[in-house]
């Protein structure tokens, strides 16, 4: 067993002992093209067994907005 895979599945247990009903993943790509530099962890994600849901997105709310700011400067500028 992978040591990515062990700890999602500990992860899946408490969620599911806990009470939650819903452990997301998060983002996927829109195909399983095999020259996709995500195939990998799109292919971990699939084999879980879950499903593929859209979300109407997300946002930020920064707690340090100079901080926030400044780091998403450095990643414009990285090229993301």
Known sequence: VRGSNACQWAMIRDSLAAGCDV????????????DDPHVGLVQFKVGTGGQAMRYIGE???????????AFD???????R
């Open 59 to 69: 946002w930020d709310l920064p707690l340090r907005p100079m901080v926030y700011r």
């Open 73 to 79: 400067l450095y990643m414009r500028r990285r090229g």
């Open 23 to 34: 452990y997301d993943l998060r983002g996927i790509t829109p195909t399983l093209d095999a």
